[in-house]
C-alpha cells in the first residue's frame, strides 16, 4: 500500500518487479516531454518488460489518489518458477 505523493519508481532506476493496480490511482510521468502523464487504475499493469529483458524505467509511477495497493510480481521468482516448471516437464 502506497499513499498519495509518494513514488513508485523513477527514471534510470533498474526496474525489477511487474505492477498490477488493485485499487486507487497513480499517473505516470515521461520526463522527455512526449506526453505529460497517464493516469493508471485497476486494471493496469506496469512494467511488463522487467519479465523478458533487463529494463531501466525510462518513466515516473507515483501515487495520486489517497492510496494505492499494488500487486507486485519480482521478475527474478517469476523466471525461476518458469524454468522450474519448464525443467520439471521435459524430465
Do not use: N, Q
Amino acid at each position: 500500500l502506497k499513499f498519495a505523493g509518494e513514488e513508485i519508481f523513477r527514471p534510470g532506476v533498474k526496474g525489477s518487479t511487474l505492477y498490477f493496480v488493485i485499487a486507487g490511482e497513480g499517473t505516470y510521468d515521461f520526463p522527455d516531454g512526449l506526453c505529460t502523464s497517464v493516469r493508471v487504475a485497476c486494471p493496469d499493469w506496469l512494467c511488463e518488460m522487467v519479465l523478458w529483458m533487463p529494463w531501466v524505467h525510462r518513466g515516473r509511477l507515483s501515487v495520486v489518489s489517497a492510496s494505492v495497493e499494488l500487486f507486485k510480481l519480482d521478475a527474478e521468482l517469476f523466471l525461476s518458477a518458469v524454468l522450474h516448471s519448464a525443467v520439471r516437464d521435459v524430465l
